[in-house]
Structure formats: structure tokens, C-alpha cells
């Protein structure tokens, strides 16, 4: 049995044009439900013995990001190693002092889950 002789590898090096997809003929997906998807997941993982478990993100709650000079946010560590509580209790009670209301509930002074060992 012979083989074809390989093509020259100069071919390969040659410049060609990148085609490029049109992403405007890609269609999405069917809409899948977020308890679907997590459904799948905890199957797979259970399959391939992997963590699939993620934190479900409480409704009630929402991400509030700032820029703030970086003194306030040193003296906002330093009082928070200093009290064992999080930054995120200061300001929530600097909010509940200065008038704004704050549930007791949501007033805990470390949210930070401990880590297994």
C-alpha cells in the first residue's frame, strides 16, 4: 500500500483570510428554566463526582458597588478586624444611625461563611 505524498508544509503558511461567522444568523437557544439547568447540573455532577452547588442568591438582596477614597476604606478594615464584623455590617449600621431603616435581620455582624476544613 503507498501513501500520498504530504502536501508542502509552505501551504500551510500561507496568509488566508479569516472567515469570520456571522452573528447575526446565530439564533439563541430555547429558553431553559433556571431550576432546569440546576436540575441537569446536580445530575452531571453526580455522575462525574463533582461540587455542584452554588449559593442561591436571596431575592431580597442587591449589590451595591462604590469608589471611596482609600483612607475611609482602611479605617473601614481597621474597625472591622477591630470588632470581628464585616464592612458590610459598619455601613449597614452608619445607614441604620444615620436614619435609614435597616431590619434587625439583616444587621448581622458576620454574613462570611467559614470555610471546611
Known sequence: MTKAPLPPIT???RA????????RDLKSPQSIEDNNVSENSRILGTKWG?????????????SL??????????QLSLKAAEDKV???YLVLKALSEGGY???EADLVEDK???RRR
Open 50 to 62: 463533582a461540587q455542584t452547588s452554588l449559593d442561591e442568591p436571596d431575592p431580597a438582596t442587591t
Open 65 to 74: 458597588r462604590m469608589v471611596i477614597p482609600e483612607y475611609v476604606d482602611r
Open 16 to 23: 488566508r483570510p479569516a472567515n469570520r461567522p456571522n452573528l
Open 101 to 103: 431603616e435597616v431590619r
Open 11 to 13: 501551504d500551510a503558511l
Open 112 to 114: 462570611r461563611k467559614r
Open 86 to 88: 464585616t464592612k458590610q
